[in-house]
């Protein structure tokens, strides 16, 4: 469903992702776990095209998305909610991770 293989993304000429490679299939729940500046929200954002690795690949359903736009990806299905933003409490998991692909 979703593979990461060999992605490395910087920020300018600082490397915070160094040969990132996962696996999702589908139904799975999966944890990333790490220190802070470990690149736990840097992986987030390249998945959703926030920022581009500049080496390696991203497929979600066997679809090539390392370099396609945020709105291409959301529409694919993929999106999450920063840390510290505010979510709303009357909608349920799933909505509010629709509304955050739009904030």
Known sequence: MLKMVGVETF???IKALHGVSLGVEKG???CILGANGAGKTTILKTIC???E???GTIHFNDK???HKDPEEIIKMGISHVPENRRIFPE???DENLLMGGFL
């Open 11 to 13: 920020y300018g000429k």
């Open 28 to 30: 799975q729940l999966v």
């Open 49 to 51: 095209g926030i920022t």
């Open 53 to 55: 690795p500049e080496y």
């Open 64 to 66: 090539r998305i390392d």
């Open 91 to 93: 909608l349920t998991v």
